[in-house]
């Protein structure tokens, strides 16, 4: 799903850009994908929502883990890539980005370590590509899943915001609270004031 992003060229040069877990076992696993009790970390999966890239720190991380996803990508053809992201027309990014601080974040990233993997979000529960579900019933699954959880965590929370924004719709608490089967209380609890403010930012998209 490209979400109106050109994919193109990710696609023409063999751009990886999602990963499954390499080491992880999954607690459960049905025929719309897997279920990790404890979560992953090493679930890697750009571009698949519709939300774009609405901040410096945002980029600076899709830069990393397209680095990291392609260790064979030379330094001209890393440029490359970065640049097709960053061109706003491409659909990737909500802002211009300068030439200057362009150069300064591909470098940046150049220098760090292949070994080791960039900082990801804890992921429970990971659909497939092809699974067939609706959005909707994404969601309704999500919501019995995570329901298992003694609690509910941040990772929990995005992912849902995520979900919604997706269905075209306004993320609000309430409407939270009720996919994750949870209070609004411990959703305003367990939200971060980065979280809090990605959320205005993908309600701004709609």
């Known amino acids: 799903m490209s979400h109106e992003r050109n994919m193109r060229y990710l696609n023409q040069q063999r751009i990886i850009y999602r990963r499954e877990p390499i080491t992880d076992i999954p607690t459960e696993t049905y025929e719309w994908g897997s279920y ?8 890697y999966d750009l571009f698949r929502s519709r939300a774009k ?11 990393l883990v397209l680095w990291y996803l392609n260790p064979d990508l030379t330094q001209d053809d890393f440029e490359l890539l970065c640049r097709h ?4 027309p491409n659909g990737f990014v909500t802002f211009k980005v300068s030439e200057q601080l362009l150069k300064t974040m591909i470098y940046d990233v150049s220098m ?9 979000k804890l992921r429970k529960i990971l659909f497939k590509e092809f699974c067939g579900l609706s959005l909707e019933q994404k969601l309704h699954i ?8 003694k609690s509910i965590q941040e990772d929990d929370i995005y992912q849902c915001m995520l979900d ?25 609890r367990n939200m971060s004031i980065e979280l ?3 959320k205005e930012l993908l309600n701004k998209e709609l």
């Open 53 to 63: 890239i609405t901040t410096y720190k945002s980029l600076k991380w899709h830069m």
């Open 112 to 120: 760090c370590d292949l070994d080791a993997p960039p900082k990801n």
């Open 85 to 88: 992201l960053t061109h706003k």
């Open 196 to 198: 809090k403010k990605e």
């Open 164 to 188: 919604v924004h997706d269905l075209g719709q306004a993320i609000t608490i309430n409407k939270l609270s009720s996919l994750l089967k949870c209070s609004t209380r411990t959703i305003h």
């Open 142 to 149: 999500v919501g019995q899943m995570v329901g298992r959880s």
């Open 36 to 43: 990790y009790e404890n979560g992953t970390h090493e679930c």
